[in-house]
């Protein structure tokens, strides 16, 4: 199944609901500002990618792309062309897992991933839905940009491996010329971790 996930600030990140919102209480965070939290805090930020909790991928542009799920059976095809592939990330799956814009942790609500579905009518008369699957928001100009997008991976550790692609011949600028492929790896502990922010990490397919 084809999705598409756009950022509108500068990265994507992939968690569990479940196993976030119980770093989250153990932690006795109170703040709903996770981003800023864990770019500022950065004891919590390395105990988030040691225990696998929440792994981030930024400094990539601000378009769409498409996200496919080896797991799943979901490669790109021949039209497509592999930039990078990066492997050994931590993440601890409870019930399933979030692929989200790095933006939705600007101001956090878990409630707003919950139920079976709701429209809202927000500033400028904007439509934003969200639900136990998705969430996303309806442009001024009729455009659906989904800012998260839910996966039923069955809970275990996992080492996570992000493949980037691009097409190989671009026909509509304005079509979704790059994407994102996972793969989850189940392992029984973790042995150590990788930091997806350091030098040697470059996740920003669209400038490749």
């Not at 500022?40 to 930020?45: E, F, G, L, M, R």
Request: net charge negative; aromatic share 16%.
């Amino acid at each position: 199944m084809d999705r598409t996930i756009e950022t509108s600030e500068y990265g994507i990140c992939i968690y569990s609901m479940d196993v976030l919102q119980n770093f989250i209480k153990r932690e006795k965070i109170k703040t709903r500002k996770l981003l800023a939290l864990f770019q500022k805090n950065q004891k919590k930020y390395l105990q988030l990618q040691k225990e696998g909790v929440w792994i981030p991928f930024v400094q990539i542009d601000s378009v769409g792309y498409r996200v496919k799920i080896k797991n799943h059976g979901e490669e790109f095809d021949e039209e497509w062309e592999e930039k990078f592939a990066y492997e050994g990330f931590n993440l601890a799956v409870g019930a399933g897992v979030w692929i989200s814009d790095i933006a939705s942790f600007l101001n956090f609500d878990e409630k707003e991933y919950q139920g079976e579905g709701e429209e809202r009518i927000g500033k400028f008369g904007i439509v934003s839905y969200h639900s136990k699957t998705e969430r996303w928001y309806m442009t001024l100009n009729g455009k659906k940009i989904y800012s998260d997008l839910w996966y039923n991976i069955p809970s275990g550790k996992y080492l996570l491996t992000i493949k980037g692609y691009a097409r190989k011949e671009i026909v509509d600028r304005k079509a979704v010329n790059c994407g994102f492929q996972f793969e989850f790896k189940e392992v029984d502990e973790f042995e150590g971790y990788k930091n997806p922010r350091e030098e040697q990490y470059d996740f920003n397919v669209a400038g490749m």
